[in-house]
C-alpha cells in the first residue's frame, strides 16, 4: 500500500529557531500534499495545500511567512517553522494522494511530527 | 495496538440513507471523528463525539457509539450526490498527547 513518511516524529527547539519537517511519498508521487496541523484536545485544522513546482495555497489565518511550505518534487514536501515560538508547540501532519495511479482522492496520511517549542 | 478500521467502498443510491462503520482496538480513546474529503481538497471536520457519548445528531448527520463494541457508525440521511466523498473515521486520546490516528477512509459512491 501506499506509504507516506514524515520525518522527524518528535522534535524540541529553542525559540526563535526555524524547524523543518519532511514528508515523503514512499513508493508513489504525490502531486498535492497538505499539511495539517493539530491543537491540545482538538481536531486537524487544515493549514495548507502544497503543489508541486507552484506556490502552496494557505487556508485563511495561516501565515505563509512562518510556515513555509517547498513541494520540490513529486515525492517531498517540506513545511519549515521560522521563527517559532511556544505557541507553535503542536502536532503536524501531511497526507498525499497517489497522483499517478488515479488514486489522487485517497488521503495516506504521515505518522506525525509533534514539535515543542521552549 | 492503535488501528482505526473501515471498508473501503459504500454505494448508496441518492435520497437513501447512508451508513459508514467504523472500529477501533484503543479503548481509551477520547475523541472519535468523522472527516469527510472531497476530490483534490483537503479533510473537513464534518463531526466529533466524546467516549462518553452514545449518539450526536447534527441536521442530516447521526453518529452512534458503541463503545463496549469499539464501532462508530456515521450516518447520512438522504444522501445527495454532493456527498460523494471519501469519509475518515479517526480516534484520538488525551494520554497519548492527543494524536489522531485515522482509518483508511471509506469511499461513498451515488447512484442515480
Known amino acids: 500500500g501506499a506509504v507516506v513518511s514524515q520525518h522527524p516524529s518528535w522534535v524540541i527547539c529553542k525559540s526563535g529557531t526555524s524547524v523543518k519537517i519532511e514528508c515523503r511519498s514512499l513508493?508513489?508521487?504525490?502531486?498535492?500534499m497538505f499539511w495539517y496541523r493539530q491543537f491540545p484536545k482538538q481536531s486537524l485544522m487544515l493549514m495548507a495545500t502544497?503543489?508541486?513546482?507552484?506556490?502552496?495555497?494557505?487556508e485563511q489565518g495561516v501565515e505563509k511567512d512562518k510556515f513555509l511550505i517547498n513541494h520540490a518534487s513529486l515525492t517531498l514536501s517540506t513545511l519549515t517553522v521560522t521563527s517559532a515560538h511556544p505557541e507553535d508547540s503542536s502536532f503536524y501532519i501531511c497526507s498525499a494522494g497517489d497522483t499517478v495511479r488515479g488514486r489522487d482522492t485517497e488521503a495516506f496520511f504521515g505518522q506525525g511530527t509533534r514539535l515543542t517549542v521552549v | 495496538g492503535e488501528d482505526v478500521e473501515q471498508s473501503l467502498f459504500l454505494s448508496v443510491r441518492e435520497g437513501d440513507s447512508s451508513v459508514i462503520n467504523c472500529t477501533y482496538t484503543?479503548?481509551?480513546?477520547?475523541?472519535l471523528y468523522w472527516y469527510k474529503q472531497e476530490p483534490g481538497a483537503g479533510l473537513q471536520l464534518l463531526t466529533y463525539?466524546?467516549?462518553?457519548?452514545d449518539m450526536k445528531q447534527d441536521q442530516r448527520l447521526t453518529v452512534l457509539l458503541n463503545k463496549k463494541d469499539k464501532h462508530l457508525s456515521l450516518r447520512i440521511a438522504d444522501t445527495q450526490t454532493g456527498d460523494s466523498a471519501i469519509y475518515f473515521c479517526a480516534e484520538s486520546r488525551a494520554n497519548r498527547d492527543d494524536k489522531i490516528i485515522f482509518g483508511k477512509g471509506t469511499r461513498l459512491h451515488i447512484l442515480p
Open positions: 463525539i466524546f467516549s462518553n457519548m
Open positions: 502544497s503543489n508541486e513546482g507552484s506556490k502552496a495555497t494557505y
Open positions: 484503543d479503548s481509551s480513546s477520547t475523541y
Open positions: 513508493d508513489f508521487q504525490a502531486t498535492t
